[in-house]
């Protein structure tokens, strides 16, 4: 059985997958990819919109991304809400019952971090905390759109269009 | 049956989005997410307005790792996109955006940062 | 020689029976008595499989008669090959089951009537042996009503409670209906030819009308076939079968209603002579029902003993449509399919009677162990009773026809010997041949199923209730027993080409042809002959070894070979290519051990496994048509609208044909019985009047 450190700080080493380790997984999943999602104490906004993503509107079928019931045949672990205690054990089951390689997903301002619950006695207050997490999809909840964007980005298939910004002062500052 | 079925599906024509090929503007006034400018923050001077009013500490200051000095850091992750830094901003330097792109593969790239060096008194006070 | 051998074992064999039985009688104590028992019928299923073999290679045994104080002239004792091939299997069946008793018998819980039980059951054994050796048709219906009754008063042995009391009852009942009708036959053929041996019926077989000869036929067939559990007359075989100890029901199983087999065999083929195309054709029409209902309900049932009694009865459809097809081909004068399907059919004999001991002897493992065989209350016994299990398994892979096993090899031969339909005169005869293949072809898949389900929640997963969760292994008698049959399984069936010529012999005089070098063509001998072009396809490959390797059935049109001890050479050759592969698509080796998953809770419970029912349910769901089963859905609402307190689900699959034919049937005799009761007062009067009108009546008569 696989076991998981519960680890205060991201360790940027796991959240990170190599270079070589996503050409593999661009490879294989490119096209065809099976998502297992969880909720680990969402509010059910974000489910509301992850639902859509099956409706004629949004079809992520025709991407080749599909919804599957079990984690055994998943590649990717969907994850929403803010991480409760309780969800913990039957999250880390379920990433344990996944083949490799396999890809997670925090979905919406809770599992990225905290959202409005953010860290408490019942909360982990986020995903990162106990998974390597590939892609956070921010938004409460993320439109459906985003989510697409988000699990494209996640496959190779779209441009990340956010970058780290360090904003410079304005002009009468201390220079 | 199945032919008024088809017709149907014919005059609908295709409903669905052409997202990932060509973008799928978002409708008028859609909220999508705080800009924050920082030609006109005045965080310098001592203004924490947007810092007080957002509930899950997506706009906060942070002592940057050497102790010393502090910055402004707006966050997308935890953020709920709510407008209230925006309408609470005395200076117009927070506005929405309505872009939906806004996945990340770190959680840095969803960080807007403010540097800001503290004159510190002798005294150690600000 | 041969003959010396053969008469000195059976006779030996004979008195052996007599002596165990006296002995069993007087030894005092349990202690000695299972000895006694085990040893005894150790011996005589080893001299019945010395004199079988004997018999099988030489001639028929001179004639023995027995004077009788009975008007039918003496009995005779007589076996010929065909008998010899059956005591081989009484022999094969009893040695086995003898050494199983030891710890079956000996072990906790105490078997009841230990006494009466082993006097019984050699008594038994003897009539057994009279049956397959008489030459006379007195002898042999003494001997089958000794079997019957003495199977009723075993079968009802082991508990008192009514149901098994009624499944005895019902096995009496079917099998005394049957009677009926093999007296019937017997006695029209002995009318004819003027005397009850064997030759007289022979002779009066040839006098008779074609009508007549009809008649016979399915009379004897009615008859036997009620014994052998053909169907519409299977009813009694899944009630009588679970029922009965285990020892008892895996004789049951693998010899007795295989008597029923010898009897339709004996009858159609050796004293009625060639009949009609239409007999055949009727056979195989009822073998191939039966062996699809058989496998149908045997997929759906819960009880261990109870599905392997429905899969007995697949089995006995399977061995009648080989006959069937064996006589359609007989009646067509095509003696060499003839031959060849019916060597099919008595291999398969052999085997059903192997595994499907292993199998009963298995399943009284399990219920020694774990009290219960019920599919629903076991699980998991495979780390507690690997050894069962292991056998058992064996047992299930024979049976559902998966090489090396022996299942495997009868069943492709039945089915590419039906094949060769297309030599058959009739175009309607083709057709009902191939429906039989299609039958056929049905009846193993749907067997598969019904094996993986029974040893996957039997014996895999966790266990389903404490019982279960406390079984320990078996004795060693009992696992030496069941470990010698598996061995059996897996030897006729990856060495059939020394088994196909022995069974050559049974039907070489049944035919007037031999085939043996046809099925397994000598090509090693450097004389293939007609089947040089075979040499080629492997023949001189294996040059090295001294074994003719391939089974041949041939046609005009097209052959079909297999080479079952090749096959496991393959198959060894496949698993390790197989590894090979899986090494070189995962070099990196990287394996992850991980809990079972539970829907993510923390713990995976018993009652979270794929259940006996549900795993069955596609097959009730799509042969409903079939199985008619009832579903009956109560929820019991408690106050609140949305509270469901209880919830009463129950699903019922009735037997076979139970409510079409034998509820109306049942019905009808009570009415008749009803109505006839009137004349029945219980007044003495009113009887003394009853004879003064009869005397009154049969005076006027006289008079007239
Ligand atoms: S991100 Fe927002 S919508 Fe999603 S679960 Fe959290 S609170 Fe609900
Ligand atoms: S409220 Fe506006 S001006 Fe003040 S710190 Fe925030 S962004 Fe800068
Ligand atoms: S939009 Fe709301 S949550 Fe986001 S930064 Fe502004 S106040 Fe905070």
Not at chain 2, 36 to 51: A, F, M, P
Not at chain 3, 196 to 213: C, E, I, K, T, V
Not at chain 3, 247 to 253: P, V
Request: proline residues 7%; charged residues 15%.
């Amino acid at each position: 059985m696989v076991t998981f450190e519960l680890l205060d700080e991201p360790d940027s080493s796991i959240t990170e997958p190599s270079t070589a380790l996503r050409r593999q997984i661009q490879h294989l999943f490119g096209r065809s990819l099976h998502i297992r999602h969880v909720d680990a104490g969402s509010c059910n906004g974000c489910e509301s919109e992850i639902k859509l993503l099956t409706s004629p509107y949004y079809d992520i079928h025709r991407l080749g991304i599909f919804f599957t019931t079990t984690p055994r045949h998943a590649d990717l672990l969907l994850v929403t809400g803010a991480i409760t205690r309780a969800m913990v054990d039957p999250l880390q089951r379920t990433y344990a019952a996944m083949p490799e390689p396999r890809l997670v997903v925090a979905t919406g301002a809770c599992a990225c971090d905290g959202g409005i619950f953010g860290r408490s006695c019942l909360t982990l207050g986020r995903l990162s905390a106990i998974l390597p997490v590939d892609t956070y999809i921010p938004g409460c909840p993320p439109t459906p759109l985003a989510l697409i964007h988000g699990l494209l980005l996640t496959l190779g298939r779209a441009e990340q269009r956010l970058h780290r910004q360090i904003l410079a002062h304005h002009a009468d500052g201390k220079a | 049956m199945e032919l008024g079925w088809l017709l149907r599906g014919w005059r609908t024509g295709i409903v669905t989005t052409p997202y990932p090929t060509r973008p799928d503007p978002p409708p008028q006034g859609f909220r999508g997410r705080p800009q924050l400018d920082g030609e006109r923050c005045r965080i310098d001077d001592g203004c924490t307005v947007c810092v007080e009013v957002c509930l899950p500490r997506a706009l906060r200051l942070e002592t940057v790792p050497n102790g010393l000095d502090r910055r402004l850091v707006l966050d997308l992750l935890p953020c709920i996109m709510c407008g209230l830094c925006v309408q609470a901003c005395p200076t117009g330097a927070l506005h929405m955006q309505s872009d939906g792109e806004l996945a990340v593969r770190s959680p840095q790239d969803a960080q807007t940062i403010v540097p800001l060096e503290m004159e510190v008194s002798s005294d150690g006070h600000i | 020689m041969s003959v010396a051998v053969a008469a000195v074992a059976l006779w030996t064999a004979l008195g052996l029976c007599a002596a165990g039985a006296l002995l069993c009688l007087l030894v005092p104590r349990r202690r000695l008595s299972i000895p006694v028992f085990v040893i005894t019928t150790m011996a005589v299923g080893v001299l019945l499989i010395v004199s079988g073999a004997a018999l099988l290679a030489g001639t028929p045994l001179p004639e023995f008669g027995i004077a009788s104080p009975l008007p039918f002239g003496p009995l005779i004792v007589q076996p010929d090959r065909l008998g010899g091939f059956f005591l081989v299997i009484i022999g094969l069946v009893t040695a086995p089951i003898g050494l199983y008793s030891w710890d079956y018998l000996g072990g906790a819980p105490a078997f009841r009537y230990l006494r009466a039980f082993t006097v019984l059951w050699f008594v038994l054994l003897a009539a057994l042996i009279l049956i397959v050796t008489a030459a006379d048709a007195v002898l042999l219906l003494m001997a089958w009503e000794v079997m019957a009754y003495l199977s009723y008063l075993l079968v009802t042995f082991e508990h008192d409670d009514a149901e098994i009391a009624h499944a005895a009852f019902l096995m009496l009942a079917v099998s005394e209906i049957g009677t009926f009708g093999i007296v019937a036959a017997f006695l029209l053929l002995a009318q004819a030819g003027g005397g009850f041996d064997f030759a007289d019926l022979r002779a009066g077989a040839a006098q008779l009308s074609p009508g007549a000869r009809d008649l016979v036929f399915v009379l004897a067939l009615g008859g036997f076939g009620a014994k052998a559990g053909i169907l519409p007359l299977q009813l009694w075989l899944p009630e009588a079968h679970p029922a009965a100890p285990s020892n008892l029901s895996a004789l049951l199983s693998a010899v007795i209603i295989k008597l029923g087999i010898y009897g339709i065999i004996r009858v159609t083929f050796d004293l009625l002579g060639v009949g009609p195309g239409w007999w055949g054709l009727l056979l195989l029409l009822v073998g191939a029902i039966t062996a699809v209902v058989g496998i149908l309900f045997a997929t759906v049932e819960c009880d261990l003993k109870r599905i392997l009694a429905y899969s007995s009865i697949e089995n006995i459809g399977l061995i009648c449509v080989g006959l069937g097809a064996a006589l359609a081909f007989r009646s067509a004068a095509l003696p060499t399919y003839a031959a060849i399907v019916m060597i099919a059919a008595l291999y398969h004999v052999l085997n059903h009677a192997t595994y499907k001991t292993l199998l009963f002897l298995g399943a009284g493992a399990v219920h020694r162990s774990t009290g219960t065989r019920d599919l629903g209350q076991l699980g998991g016994l495979v780390r507690l009773m690997p050894w069962t299990t292991l056998c058992f398994l064996v047992g299930a892979l024979a049976i559902a026809a998966v090489p090396p096993f022996n299942g495997y090899v009868s069943e492709w031969m039945l089915l590419e010997s039906l094949l060769r339909t297309s030599a058959l005169p009739a175009v309607s005869a083709r057709m009902v041949v191939v429906a039989g293949a299609a039958a056929i072809a049905l009846t193993a898949g749907i067997a598969v199923t019904a094996f993986v389900r029974a040893v996957g929640t039997g014996f895999l997963g966790l266990p389903r209730t404490r019982a279960a969760a406390h079984a320990t292994e078996v004795g060693h008698s009992m696992r030496a027993a069941m470990a010698f049959l598996a061995v059996a399984c897996f030897l006729l069936g990856t060495l059939p080409t020394f088994i196909l010529p022995v069974l050559n012999q049974v039907t070489t005089p049944l035919f007037g042809i031999s085939v043996a070098n046809a099925i397994v063509p000598p090509l090693f001998s450097g004389k293939a002959g007609a089947y040089q072009a075979l040499v080629g396809l492997g023949g001189t490959l294996f040059r090295g070894l001294p074994v003719n390797g391939l089974v041949l059935i041939a046609s005009p049109k097209f052959n079909t070979i297999t080479a079952p001890s090749y096959l496991v050479l393959a198959e060894l050759l496949l698993l390790a290519l197989l590894l090979l592969v899986l090494r070189a698509i995962r070099p990196q080796g990287r394996r992850r051990r991980g809990p079972v998953w539970a829907g993510g809770i923390p713990t995976f419970r018993a009652n979270m496994q794929y259940t006996p029912q549900a795993y069955a349910n596609p097959i009730r769901l799509i042969f409903q048509g079939i199985f008619r089963s009832r579903v009956q859905y109560e929820p019991r609402e408690l106050a609140a609208h949305y509270q469901v307190g209880r919830i009463v689900y129950q699903q019922t699959v009735p037997p076979p044909l139970e409510p079409e034919l034998y509820r109306p049937l049942l019905g009808a005799v009570s009415w008749l019985v009803g109505r006839a009761r009137v004349i029945q007062s219980g007044n003495v009067n009113q009887y003394i009047a009853y004879i003064f009108l009869l005397v009154l009546a049969i005076l006027i008569i006289r008079a007239l």
